[in-house]
């Protein structure tokens, strides 16, 4: 028996964790859940799944949860500090990270640091993080493995897990993305699209944050970011390609001319099961894929309309606190676009503008990457302003 932990059970990726692994009660139980808000889905979580502990957001949350329980088997606590501990619990072996946002960086690296095996949706934390966290990995012996379709996909395709590219013949990593909802927009009507619309892919069902994230091109850049890290690839070893369908969810290129894919239905349970039982293999309730069903497209990304993915690629060669301020005046700019404040194709030059303004440290330790974040969400606040309609 496995023994679990999902942090941000009530999200997307959270509840698909738990479908998957709902259909292994003999491999899998539930250790511990977690939620920022929405209490009421937390409590029908818990009465299913009966998790030693469950985590809220704050002391006040902790009675809400309590008297939508309807038993007294799970222990209700709050916060940060408890986020951690069960992200770290020795009775934990599995963490889902799956928290959005910069928010689920220390919980996620506190997993890492007890050499849990930790299961990545959230990759903010890397994206923020990357040196330290994967310094962390190595030095805790935890194992790191992709839930990000893409990565989960060049996970499949390379040689031997995560050992060097080099090593391995590996030439190229192909990233796929779908172009999100608006691949095919003019600028004119890029700059009116709302919220709802931003939040219809056409392919997946997510988050809102991460939604707009597809639908800005942010999603690929910081993808671009998490793969960097996560095969300790150079950035000329990774090519981005479009493909609207999202039926290959990578690809990698040897130097033999040889070019691997993993295809799948958009379905976020085929990664989930697969990092879940890797290096075995389990049934994730994903319908086959019906390749005569689906015509398989691809084109070069257009960074022009999509500036976002040249933002991240200019940060991530910057360097030390440059993917952290651009993580987080992005989530300042996409929660401003979701709030109305702001238009669409504001959200870049949020972004441009923090990147620019902001010293960079490149000495990125904990402390540093954590303030460079405070800073550039307040910088990103303050630009707002300067961007409405
Ligand atoms: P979501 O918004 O549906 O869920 C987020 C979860 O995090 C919720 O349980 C929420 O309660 C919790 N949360 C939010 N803010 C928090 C905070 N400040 N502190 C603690 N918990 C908090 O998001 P999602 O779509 O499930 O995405 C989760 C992560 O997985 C993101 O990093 C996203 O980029 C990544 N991801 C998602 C998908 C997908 O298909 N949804 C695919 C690949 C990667
Ligand atoms: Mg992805």
Redesign the pocket.
Known sequence: MQGITV??????????TLDVIGRHPDRYEVFAL?????IDELAALCDRFNPRYAVV?CPDDIARLQARLTTRATEVLAGQDA?EAVASHSDCDTVM?????A??LL?TLAAVRAGKRVLL?????LVMAGALFMEAVRGHGATLLP???EHNAIFQCLPSGMAGLERGGVEKILLTASGGPFRTFTPAQLADVTPDQACKHPN????????V?SATLM?KG?EFIEACWLFDARPDQIEILVHPQSIIHSLVQYVDGSTLAQLGNPD?RTPIAHALAWPERIAAGVPRLDLTRHALDFQAPDEARFPCLRLARQAMSAGGTAPAVLNAANEVAVAAFLEGEIPFTAIPGVIDRVLTQLPMSQAANLDTILDADRAAREAARASLPLCRK
């Open positions: 942090l941000g059970a009530t999200g997307s990726i959270g509840l698909s977690t939620a920022h808000s929405r957001r986020l990270a799956a928290i959005v946002g928010a689920g919980p949706a959230n990759k903010e934390a839930i990000d379709s997946w069902s997510m988050g809102r944050k991460i939604s994230d999603n910081l976020m």
